[in-house]
């Protein structure tokens, strides 16, 4: 399967999608990526990116693009759908996702504000167990979900990254976020 890098600032951020049709079929972030390497799965992963063609596929080109210009410009990401293959989730895993990408850029919700849009305000944890499997981080930005309690909560990425996500998104150097919880 195809892989591709961005370089930012937080690290090399890897993307695996397949070429024909285009599919975005995973998101790795920095610290994933690390953390494959040690735990041996980078055989699965080859960590190691070929220069990719873009030439050949300027869809990789644009989501490229898309994560360089908002770690760049604090530009948001319009998730792109018709990308993204969700063959792998539930339809109540998608719905999710997708409540989570209307959060806008600088704002956050908690992970029970999803679960009482998605209808089962119970389900609070069902709502993070799917966030933390979230194939395409950035892309769909589960580090805009956080506790009920103003804590930032897990991210694939590290917690770290998480604060530094909002901060940036928040035009705060400061990773400390007044949070909003109206949906």
């Not at 937080?10 to 994933?32: H, N, S």
């Not at 930032?152 to 928040?170: V, W």
Request: glycine share 8%; hydrophobic share 40%.
């Amino acid at each position: 399967m195809p892989l591709f890098s961005v370089h930012t600032w937080m690290g090399t951020v890897l993307v695996a999608a397949q070429t024909d049709p285009f599919g975005l079929q995973r998101v790795f972030l920095p610290r994933q990526l690390q953390e494959a390497r040690s735990s041996g799965l980078s055989e699965k992963i080859n960590t190691d990116v070929p220069d990719f063609d873009f030439q050949q596929c300027p869809r990789a080109m644009a989501v490229t693009k898309m994560i360089h210009d908002y770690f760049e410009f604090c530009r948001p990401i319009a998730t792109p759908w018709q990308w993204l293959s969700p063959v792998r989730l539930t339809p109540l895993q998608q719905q999710v996702l997708r409540l989570t990408a209307e959060i806008p850029c600088g704002q956050v919700r908690s992970y029970r504000d999803i679960a009482v849009k998605l209808g089962k305000p119970g389900a609070a944890r069902f709502v993070g167990n799917t966030l933390a499997a979230n194939p395409w981080p950035l892309l769909i930005a589960c580090h805009r979900v956080v506790r009920s309690n103003g804590e930032t909560g897990g991210f694939g990425g590290g917690s770290l990254m998480k604060k530094k996500l909002l901060a940036h998104e928040s035009g705060n150097k400061d990773p400390v976020l007044a949070h909003s919880y109206s949906i």
